[in-house]
């Protein structure tokens, strides 16, 4: 909804003067409190404004921003996530560049009796298989990172969240995992998925 | 804006049945006219509904995705992206990696006297690597994949139209090109802009 030049107004004065009633609202306006009261009813209908007795309206935000981040809030990581990529640690550097080229996928998630110890990336691949190792005889976990260094997230976890945790520490895939101490991998959230989300939340409401 | 339960019941009638008149949708509710009224002006002003005289009311969408794809749509691709990582069709797969690990970056784009001929991502330089090329005398125009199998975007496309892109095409990163034919890398899109947007959309509007 497209707001008019006063409304946006408004939204400047209570953002800067907030809280604030509407007769001082009238007033920097210059104009009488009669003239303003249908736009301080639609900015508070629409989400702009909220107005508390005896104290006056104050700012809530652009509801297109709040609407986004509640619809973000409320979509679980285990909604949009992939299947995992998951090696053991005895695995060969080897192995791990096969299922790179496998499954197409950019990160490797790699385990020990099945729970998570460390996370290999193409990098970590591309920097061995230019170092002077023996790709089939090293094991990932010689050149994995290791926990505790491993930024991870829960199913229910919101994608809001995940995004954050992705553009935070600058990280291509998130596992998802179950548990307290020993964790296990049951899921990949990366920003093939954000993505892939922000496509379907701009899209076509009809399917 | 939390809908009532009976406001959930129209758009669905509306969804369903539209365009219906007032009247129909009332009578399918078993209704009076006048109880869905004010249900009917209100969801008409938030923009799930739109109103044709004598033909009735239809469904326009869900008023969130209709905000999120207006503002996706108006956000060009240049406010966005990234320096792009360039290097010469003659440079070697070895200078290739390396400017993998000292910028960072998943994808390089290849260009012959400044234009855009290719793209070489990380999987493609760990394909070599692990192969029997010599790194440094190998061009990266032997590994690249070649125009016109590149999905390219422009500055002036919408952050939509290059998150589009991105999920077909399974790319990791898009050049943002100017020219006709002759296609000069001004930037470049990844998914790593679309996840900060999702972060920045969803976040504080007070900053």
Not at 67 to 73: A, G, Q, T
Not at 77 to 85: G, H, K, L, T, Y
Not at 180 to 203: A, D, F, H, S, Y
């Amino acid at each position: 909804m497209k707001l008019s030049k006063r409304q946006e107004q408004i939204i400047q004065i209570v953002r800067e003067e907030g809280p604030i009633t509407g007769d001082d609202i009238a007033g920097i306006l210059d104009l009488a409190r009669g003239t303003i009261r249908n736009d301080l009813s639609v900015l508070t209908m629409l989400g702009y404004l909220d107005a508390r007795p005896k104290v006056g309206y104050y700012y809530k935000g652009d509801p297109t921003h709040l609407e986004i981040r509640k619809m973000l809030d409320g979509i679980h990581v285990e909604e949009i996530m992939s299947v995992p990529a998951v090696l053991d640690e005895k695995a060969s550097v080897y192995d791990g560049i096969c299922a790179v080229f496998l499954e197409n996928i950019g990160t490797i998630f790699i385990t020990r009796q099945g729970f998570l110890v460390g996370c290999v990336s193409r990098k970590d691949l591309l920097r061995s298989a230019i170092g002077q190792v023996d790709l089939e005889k090293t094991p990932l976990s010689m050149i994995m990172t290791r926990m505790p260094n491993i930024i991870s997230i829960g199913p229910k976890d919101s994608v809001y969240t995940a995004a954050q945790a992705i553009d935070q520490w600058e990280i291509d895939a998130l596992p998802v995992v179950v548990g307290e101490e020993q964790l296990k991998v049951v899921g990949r959230l990366t920003k093939t998925n954000i993505n892939r989300l922000v496509v379907e939340l701009g899209g076509d409401d009809e399917s």
